[in-house]
């Protein structure tokens, strides 16, 4: 069986990690979103593990203030701390959180994918539409064209994958505004 954190255990590991209310509360929008997701893809017959999409999302940021003060990337250095604290399940599921690496369109519907395009759906702590998201982004991160032409790429990205999770589901992606 996978070990999988419970809500309470995670909610301890983002307070020893230091995480400030910010970022909790960035992490419980993302949740809110992926829970809901997979629920609905589980509903409709897509095999994904909701408890490992909860404590991934919950856990996705847990290196952010690691990183912001010591330098890194915070989605290796969280995959790493949950490899060490015993959740290896967890790991990918963080490391992909920023990008996904290789994925298909046509591959099933993965735990990372939900993870990764939930936080995508949240600026801060404001549920807000992918087009929302990635304006933000490039007018934050976008100080080089080289900068603004990988945030286009990640966009187009997005939208495909978008696509792919919400054609198993009932409801279009506008809804999630509405969480």
């Known amino acids: 069986m996978v070990k999988v954190p419970t809500r309470e255990e995670c909610f301890e590991m983002m307070e020893s990690a230091g995480m400030p209310p910010h970022i909790i509360e960035h992490s419980a929008q993302v949740t809110k979103i992926a829970v809901f997701i ?22 996705h940021d847990i290196s952010k203030m690691e990183s912001i003060d010591n330098g890194g990337n915070h989605a290796a250095l969280g995959a ?10 967890l790991s990918p599921l963080v490391e992909r959180h920023v990008d996904l690496g290789e994925w ?10 939900i993870i990764n395009y939930a936080d995508k759906r949240v600026r801060h702590d404001e549920i807000v539409s992918l087009g929302e998201r ?19 790429r990640l966009r187009e990205e997005m939208f495909r994958l978008e696509k792919k999770l919400f054609r198993h589901l009932p409801f279009s992606p506008d809804h999630i505004n509405t969480l």
């Open 104 to 113: 298909s369109e046509s591959a099933p519907v993965d735990e990372a994918e």
């Open 134 to 152: 990635f304006d933000d982004l490039v007018s934050r991160y976008g100080k080089t064209e080289r900068a603004r032409a990988r945030m286009e």
């Open 80 to 89: 790493a701390l949950l490899r060490e604290r015993g959740y290896p399940a």
């Open 38 to 59: 997979s629920e609905a893809l589980a509903s409709s017959g897509v095999p994904v593990s909701t408890r490992l999409v909860e404590a991934g999302a919950l856990l």
